[in-house]
T-cell receptor, first 113, second 111 residues
């Protein structure tokens, strides 16, 4: 089955720790995205990548970092510099060839204790 | 004006009702428009793309008015399973790859 997987589903972190959220896709999509969703809020773009070894900051990149070493993978690290990291994190991808529909993974709920 | 603005809701309707969602967008250069559906604590899923001439998919009808920068979604004969948050989505400023999401409108269909 083709799709996007994210792990873990739930993640608990102590303040001051960095954590890395996994996102893998087997759709052969070029572009991948990370969003954050807070209760009652729309999705906000953290980072996106259009091709391997290249990525751009979204609207709320501060306190986050990403890498894109493989087409299939786009991990997100939430660093201790992110002041309010508790949120629902969603990874998405699209083919990046003029069709802009994005497909989402099931998300990771991060809670900072 | 916000990039994408939706009716705040929530909407509570009985089964079988017709319900309309409205959305406005600020970027007149936007070219791609979508409605996504998000169930509670789940990821958004594409409901339908919105085309210039309007389009229909079963009980769902989407309309686009470029002059007014307005998008709508109509659900006819609503079902309990239609209960969800509906997100208006537009391709954003500066890059065709980026999408901007509205905050969503919560719909509850009651028996």
């Amino acid at each position: 089955d083709g799709g996007i997987t994210q792990s873990p589903k739930y993640l608990f972190r102590k303040e001051g720790q960095n954590v890395t959220l996994s996102c893998e896709q087997n759709l052969n999509h070029d572009a991948m995205y990370w969003y954050r969703q807070d209760p009652g809020q729309g999705l906000r773009l953290i980072y996106y990548s259009q091709i391997v070894n290249d990525f751009q900051k979204g609207d709320i990149a501060e306190g986050y970092s990403v890498s894109r070493e493989k087409k299939e993978s786009f991990p997100l690290t939430v660093t201790s510099a992110q002041k309010n990291p508790t949120a629902f994190y969603l990874c998405a991808s699209n083919s990046g060839t003029g069709v802009y529909t994005q497909y989402f993974g099931p998300g990771t709920r991060l809670t900072v204790l | 004006r916000k990039e994408v603005e939706q009716d705040p809701g929530p909407f509570n309707v009985p089964e079988g009702a017709t319900v309309a969602f409205n959305c406005t967008y600020s970027n007149s250069a936007s070219q791609s428009f979508f409605w996504y559906r998000q169930d509670c604590r789940k990821e958004p899923k594409l409901l339908m793309s919105v085309y210039s001439s309007g389009n229909e998919d079963g009980r769902f009808t989407a309309q686009l008015n470029r002059a007014s920068q307005y998008i709508s979604l109509l659900i006819r004969d609503s079902k309990l399973s239609d209960s969800a948050t509906y997100l208006c989505v537009v391709n954003g400023r500066g890059s065709n790859y980026k999408l901007t999401f509205g905050k969503g409108t919560l719909l509850t269909v009651n028996p």
